[in-house]
């Protein structure tokens, strides 16, 4: 990750450039203020002072330990274009607690699954499970402990969930795109149904009896007939994979 969308920044040269560099007494002066706003039940979030080393922010959730000296993340938050004034910083570091890494218990409790990219080349997509925080959507990554048994009723409630999801619907000529308002890649959380989409685009108008869905993780999910799905995928410069609707369901999980 980098530091720009750590923080949720832009991450343009001038951005960067013109930004003050952060102080990390101001970092410490903010974070002594909002840390204690920010913890909750099962989340601990402490300043540690440690010879050498100074100031160590602690971030402590369940089986998930993480821990970063005060001048690193000045440093990284510098880079990342935030402001040096204690309201940019203090949004900073909300932003920092908010796309802390999912705990396990977190993932069997919320998670959603949805599609994202199997491979960093992005030629294959799977399922995943993420957690919603605000606008964010954060993957988990299961951790050590996690037994199989613990994998399937997680990734099972994640698909059940999944059938919940509020998503958009429109139909433009032949194509019918889905979407959510706030969190994009939830539009992919439709896909574990797909015989419902069938029926939700029929209603709205559009019949695709042999429909292909063209997926791009974090982005609309675009689903017409064969021919439109591939030359739709290769009239974009953006990675994506079309697949038939029947074999949306047997990806892998990743």
Do not use: K, N
Not at 21 to 36: C, S
Not at 53 to 64: M, N, S
């Amino acid at each position: 990750m980098t530091a720009s969308s750590m923080f949720g920044t832009s991450s343009s040269l001038l951005h960067r450039f013109r930004a003050a560099p952060v102080d990390v007494h101001d970092l410490l002066d903010v974070a002594t203020e909002v840390l204690p706003r920010l913890a909750a039940p099962g989340l601990r979030l402490t300043l540690v002072r440690r010879s050498g080393t100074g100031t160590v922010l602690r971030v402590e959730e369940d089986e998930r330990r993480e821990q970063i000296p005060l001048v690193e993340l000045a440093d990284d938050m510098s880079r990342a274009g935030v402001p040096g004034t204690p309201t940019g910083i203090a949004a900073a570091l909300r932003t920092y607690v908010a796309r802390r890494p999912v705990t396990d218990a977190a993932a069997a409790r919320t998670g959603i699954a949805v599609l994202d990219w199997a491979d960093d080349s992005e030629t294959a997509v799977g399922w995943t499970v993420v957690v919603v925080r605000g606008d964010l959507a954060l993957p988990w990554a299961p951790s050590p402990a996690a037994r199989a048994v613990e994998l399937h009723r997680t990734r099972s409630a994640a698909t059940g969930r999944a059938h919940d999801v509020a998503l958009d619907v429109r139909v433009e000529g032949p194509l019918a795109l889905w979407s959510h308002r706030t969190v994009p890649v939830l539009a992919t959380s439709a896909l574990v149904a797909p015989e419902l989409m069938l029926h939700r685009i029929l209603t709205a108008g559009l019949s695709t009896p042999d429909m292909h869905v063209v997926v791009t993780p974090h982005r609309p999910v675009v689903c017409a007939a064969p021919g439109v799905a591939r030359r739709l995928a290769g009239q974009t410069s953006e990675a994506s994979v079309t697949l038939p609707w029947r074999h949306v369901v047997d990806l892998p999980w990743l």
